[in-house]
Nanobody
Framework: QVQLVESGGGLVQAGGSLRLSCVAS????????MAWFRQAPAKEREFVAA????????SYTDSVKGRFTISRDNAKNTVYLQMNALKPEDTAVYYC???????????????????WGQGTQVTVSS
């Protein structure tokens, strides 16, 4: 089992930046693909970004490409999401997720992830 704790959310004006962090405890961090998902009010949870176990492969949803960067520090058991040029439509609860069994081909798929954090609120004002 792995436990995930997110931090770094908050209120920011459009065009601003935030960096989310997710610290993992429990089983070996390097065994997990890691991802960020988000859920806006009255909407389904959606994929934002993912990073492979070694950190050499990343994937992003189209709406955040060029603005968000996912990274991981395996020595610190931490995955990050740097969010720049934020827009009001980025407002959501952001969740960190860990996938033990999946492959690089499936790391964008919500159903692959079996460990989730509690979420951190990101609010972007216009």
């Amino acid at each position: 089992q792995v436990q995930l704790v997110e931090s770094g959310g908050g209120l920011v004006q459009a065009g601003g930046s935030l960096r989310l962090s997710c610290v993992a405890s429990g089983r070996a961090f390097t065994r997990y693909n890691m991802a960020w998902f988000r859920q806006a009010p009255a909407k389904e949870r959606e994929f934002v970004a993912a990073i492979s176990r070694s950190g050499d492969m990343t994937s992003y949803t189209d709406s955040v490409k060029g603005r968000f960067t996912i990274s991981r520090d395996n020595a610190k058991n931490t995955v990050y999401l740097q969010m720049n040029a934020l827009k009001p439509e980025d407002t959501a609860v952001y969740y960190c997720a860990a996938d033990f069994r999946g492959t690089i081909a499936t790391m964008t798929e919500l159903d692959e992830y079996d460990h989730w954090g509690q979420g951190t609120q990101v609010t972007v004002s216009s």
